[in-house]
């Protein structure tokens, strides 16, 4: 390694070195994004204790809502089946096709529930369950926000809350779908699962309510 002194006398020990060697002429230096390679092909870094955490939350909300539906589908533990089921949405001021609804508020439930807790179709799964969780809270909420003797809407809301947030964190790392544009950046996907499940309570209060 040669030294040399630059123009106000300071030494440069790296010159000739070849420590630093000018770059061709007609090259271009990379662009970050070039060396660390197209972002979205990426797969997310593994957080044992995140991931974790967002399992225990899709099977608490998955485990839940599927069982609910199970009671209103089949009727099992305990449920009341479609026929009584319906008759309470008739009770909760639902006028037209409460069977049909029963059959898609149950059914929903158990899909939506199954497909949570395996970490399959997340977005679609969180939304839906949002969807139905959100108009829980809408039939409930002018009954007061506390149980008390069950009239109250804290519980469905502590339930669409999970949702939400699942549909915006994603389904952590312990899951069905390993390598999907919605694991990647759930943001855009939480998006649009927000305005369908909007979009669906909408059309439920609209379509069912008259």
């Known amino acids: 390694m040669t030294s040399s002194r630059d123009d106000y006398g300071r030494q440069n020990l790296f010159q000739d070195s070849g420590y630093f060697e000018a770059a061709d002429e007609g090259t271009t230096l990379s662009q970050p994004a070039d060396r660390l390679g197209d972002e979205d092909d990426r797969s ?34 305990g449920g009341p089946g479609i026929s009584e089921f319906s008759r309470i949405l008739g009770d909760q001021g639902y ?62 809301l502590v339930l669409a809350g999970i949702a939400f947030a699942l549909l915006f964190t994603g389904p952590g790392g312990i899951l069905v779908d390993t390598n999907t544009p919605w694991r990647r950046r759930p943001v855009p996907f939480g998006i649009a699962g927000l305005v369908l499940a909007a979009a669906a309570v909408v059309a439920v209060t609209f379509a069912f309510r008259r």
């Open 44 to 77: 997310p870094q593994w957080h044992g204790g995140l991931s974790f955490g967002l399992l225990v939350l899709r099977l608490v909300l998955g485990g839940t809502l599927g069982a609910h539906g199970l009671q209103k589908v089949f009727g099992l533990f």
């Open 95 to 156: 006028t037209s096709q409460t069977t049909l609804l029963s059959w898609l508020g149950g059914v929903t439930e158990i899909v939506g529930g199954a497909l949570l807790v395996l970490g399959l179709f997340t977005p679609a799964a969180a939304a839906a369950l949002l969807a139905v969780t959100a108009n829980a809270v809408y039939l409930q909420y002018r009954e007061g926000f506390f149980l008390g003797d069950g009239s109250g809407f804290e519980y469905h």
